[in-house]
């Protein structure tokens, strides 16, 4: 479910990846999840034959999750057969690209995150009649607006949305500063937190953030720091906002436990009582109140001084332009977006519901406690939304490793913010200038317009 760095396939097939074609890409054994997916197996009944719709996602790769998708399509979507292949994002891109300029596409229907599916928006059909069927499913104007990516069009439906938040053990909550509210927390009562927090438990600090190797830290600067303190992500990279975000983290990080930078993901040192507070992705933090939900509180990011930034996490679902079975593609939209369609993927995989829901009584108390996080989160006042970065391709990766330079020059190697962020800040415009794409929310989009840090 995370975001993850495309990868870069040595060569593309224009029709469907099969095991040949995929081995001939390097991938080998360790991706025995996706060849068996590739291959056309069905999920629903079929033989990945005429009349099945091929599913190409970057979503739900980890064979467990896949295993949990699998069985919700094969109990809800009745309409057609569902051969669902999950794939990493640089294969998705080249599979899309490659089957419709050779004009031979064998994918019926793909799932991907908004910044998978932006670069495509002339390659997918139009589905402005679905999107007037489905108009009683609830999609918030403002996700909705997100697949209209020719601006008036809709090229991708919302299929399902995740966030970042805060997980709190309630022996924590004694150290808040008093007059703080853990749901409505800024910034600077959450570094006041820490630190007495760290006094009061003997001098070990009891924040912790996932800045290991594989850990989403780069999201929080991405998603939260910088646009609750500078109202941006690039466009306000290295503005004097920005040097005060950076001191900002400097000192918070000086509050966290310093095991952090080997957390990949929050909620295996919560179980252990490492840390008794934690920022991560949901899907890495509803593990942790399993046992004891009443020994938990989830809640949302603290806000700056320009609101509450926070990373909006969309999938959505398209049909390729020449699909084969786009008509039954089209069923399966209308079924992966049914109420209880999309109650079972919170259940089940974390994700959240893109469709107007009612609270389900049945979901898994931590699930219901990260949904409740999420739902106040969206809804604060002054609330910025911020998506991961779209349109880099196998780019992606560099820009989030220049976060991640910040991070460690600036807080690990205590370096002064300024000159990092202005050495930081021309590599980041170099790429951009040669990728000459747009910015993304919450800097001004503007298409056609390159993106530059300002």
Same mark, same amino acid.
């Given at each position: 479910?995370?975001?993850?760095?495309?990868?870069?396939? !040595?060569?593309?097939?224009?029709?469907?990846?099969?095991? #040949?074609?995929?081995?001939?890409?390097?991938?080998?054994?360790?991706?025995?999840?996706?060849?068996?997916?590739?291959? $056309?197996?069905?999920?629903?009944?079929?033989?990945?034959?005429?009349?099945?719709?091929?599913?190409?996602?970057?979503?739900?790769?980890?064979?467990?999750?896949?295993?949990?998708?699998? !069985? &919700?399509?094969?109990?809800?979507?009745?309409?057609?057969?569902?051969?669902?292949?999950?794939?990493?994002?640089?294969?998705?891109?080249?599979?899309?690209?490659?089957?419709?300029?050779? $004009?031979?596409?064998?994918?019926?229907?793909?799932? +991907?995150?908004?910044?998978?599916?932006? /670069?495509?928006?002339? #390659?997918?059909?139009?589905?402005?009649?679905?999107? @007037?069927?489905?108009?009683?499913? @609830?999609?918030?104007?403002?996700?909705?607006?997100? $697949?209209?990516?020719?601006?008036?069009?809709?090229?991708?439906?919302? *299929?399902?949305?995740?966030?970042?938040?805060?997980?709190?053990?309630?022996?924590?909550?004694?150290?808040?500063?008093?007059?703080? =509210?853990?749901?409505?927390?800024?910034?600077?009562? %959450?570094?006041? *937190?820490?630190?007495?927090?760290?006094?009061?438990?003997?001098?070990?600090?009891?924040?912790?953030?996932?800045?290991?190797?594989?850990?989403?830290?780069?999201?929080?600067?991405?998603?939260?720091?910088? /646009?609750?303190?500078?109202?941006?992500?690039?466009?306000?990279?290295?503005?004097?906002?920005?040097?005060?975000? *950076?001191?900002?983290?400097?000192? %918070? *990080?000086?509050?966290?436990?310093?095991?952090?930078?080997?957390? =990949?993901?929050?909620?295996?040192?919560?179980?252990? @009582?490492?840390?008794?507070?934690?920022?991560?992705?949901?899907? #890495?933090?509803?593990?942790?109140?399993?046992?004891?939900?009443? =020994?938990?509180?989830?809640?949302?990011?603290?806000?700056?001084?320009?609101?509450?930034?926070?990373?909006?996490?969309?999938?959505?679902?398209?049909?390729?332009?020449?699909?084969?079975?786009?008509?039954?593609?089209?069923?399966? &939209?209308?079924?992966?977006?049914? #109420?209880?369609?999309?109650?079972?993927?919170?259940?089940?995989?974390?994700?959240?519901?893109?469709? =107007?829901?009612?609270?389900?009584?049945?979901?898994?108390?931590?699930?219901?406690?990260?949904?409740?996080?999420?739902?106040?989160?969206? $809804?604060?006042?002054?609330?910025?939304?911020?998506?991961?970065?779209?349109?880099?391709?196998?780019?992606? @990766?560099?820009?989030?490793? &220049?976060?991640?330079?910040?991070?460690?020059?600036?807080?690990?190697?205590?370096?002064?913010?300024?000159?990092? %962020?202005?050495?930081?800040?021309?590599?980041?415009?170099?790429?951009?200038?040669?990728?000459?794409? /747009?910015?993304?929310?919450?800097?001004?989009?503007?298409?056609?317009?390159?993106?530059?840090? +300002?």
């Amino acid at each position: 479910m995370a975001t993850r760095p495309p990868t870069t396939p !040595r060569s593309a097939d224009p029709v469907r990846l099969r095991r #040949r074609a995929l081995l001939a890409l390097g991938l080998g054994a360790g991706a025995a999840p996706l060849l068996t997916a590739c291959g $056309g197996a069905s999920t629903s009944g079929g033989d990945g034959g005429a009349g099945t719709v091929d599913f190409l996602s970057t979503q739900f790769t980890p064979v467990e999750e896949r295993q949990r998708f699998e !069985r &919700i399509l094969a109990e809800r979507i009745t309409a057609a057969s569902v051969a669902y292949n999950p794939v990493e994002p640089g294969v998705f891109a080249s599979t899309i690209t490659s089957q419709v300029a050779a $004009g031979r596409v064998q994918v019926d229907l793909v799932g +991907g995150l908004h910044g998978d599916l932006a /670069p495509h928006a002339d #390659r997918f059909e139009n589905l402005d009649d679905l999107a @007037g069927k489905l108009a009683d499913r @609830g999609f918030p104007a403002e996700i909705a607006a997100l $697949g209209r990516l020719t601006g008036t069009s809709t090229s991708y439906l919302p *299929w399902m949305q995740a966030s970042y938040v805060l997980a709190v053990h309630r022996s924590a909550l004694k150290w808040l500063p008093s007059g703080a =509210d853990v749901q409505t927390l800024t910034y600077d009562q %959450l570094l006041d *937190w820490a630190g007495a927090a760290r006094r009061g438990n003997g001098g070990k600090p009891v924040l912790g953030l996932p800045c290991g190797p594989k850990g989403l830290y780069h999201r929080f600067f991405q998603g939260y720091l910088l /646009p609750s303190f500078t109202g941006g992500q690039i466009s306000t990279f290295h503005s004097a906002a920005a040097v005060q975000a *950076w001191q900002y983290l400097k000192e %918070l *990080w000086a509050q966290t436990a310093p095991a952090s930078t080997n957390f =990949d993901q929050m909620q295996e040192p919560l179980q252990r @009582g490492e840390v008794l507070i934690a920022w991560d992705h949901v899907a #890495r933090l509803v593990n942790a109140p399993t046992a004891k939900p009443d =020994d938990w509180v989830m809640a949302p990011a603290p806000r700056g001084p320009k609101g509450l930034g926070y990373l909006l996490v969309v999938a959505g679902l398209a049909i390729p332009r020449g699909a084969p079975e786009a008509d039954r593609a089209r069923e399966v &939209i209308t079924g992966l977006t049914a #109420r209880e369609t999309q109650l079972d993927v919170l259940r089940q995989n974390a994700f959240f519901p893109v469709v =107007d829901t009612p609270s389900a009584a049945d979901l898994p108390p931590a699930v219901a406690m990260a949904a409740e996080a999420v739902r106040r989160q969206q $809804g604060a006042a002054g609330a910025i939304l911020a998506l991961p970065p779209v349109g880099l391709g196998n780019r992606d @990766g560099e820009v989030s490793q &220049i976060f991640k330079n910040c991070f460690k020059e600036i807080c690990l190697d205590g370096r002064p913010v300024r000159p990092v %962020l202005d050495t930081q800040a021309r590599q980041l415009d170099a790429i951009l200038a040669e990728l000459q794409v /747009p910015c993304w929310r919450p800097d001004p989009v503007a298409a056609g317009q390159t993106c530059r840090v +300002g």
